[in-house]
């Protein structure tokens, strides 16, 4: 059982949170923090002059209400948005905040991902705890 667990979300149709959700509910202890995470990817420096700072803000707030509603459905859920590259973003996360289980939800491979690697791939390579990848 574990009690720090971290579950990033993503939001399109190939990464529902349910089943991610469902593993975490399973091996968490009766008092264990469940973090749902959500990286928000930075914006190239030549794209944000494109894009209003209220646009920016606006998003995250709606990412953020998102995510609570999410966190809502697991006992001892918290949301949280960050910003950085996905995959680093998760691993930075697990480690400083002692994360003992990640669950990362994965689609099925596709060339791309045999030449660039997915970021639940990156996860599994890398993170000093478990790692449960649910699809």
Known sequence: M???ILVPVVFDPD???????????????????????????????????YVSGDFIEKSREDVKARL???AD??????AMVVTG??????LEWAETHDSDCIIVSSH??????????GTAARVVRYAQCSVHVVR
């Open 68 to 70: 609570s509603q999410i």
């Open 85 to 90: 590259h996905s995959a680093r973003t998760i």
């Open 108 to 117: 099925k491979p596709g060339v791309q991902d045999y030449f660039l690697g």
């Open 2 to 4: 574990y009690s720090r």
């Open 15 to 49: 990464h529902t949170p349910e089943a991610a959700l469902e593993v975490a509910k399973a091996i968490s202890n009766d008092d264990a923090r469940v973090t749902i995470l959500h990286v928000i990817e930075e914006l190239p420096s030549y794209a944000t002059r």
């Open 73 to 78: 459905m697991v006992p001892g859920g918290e």
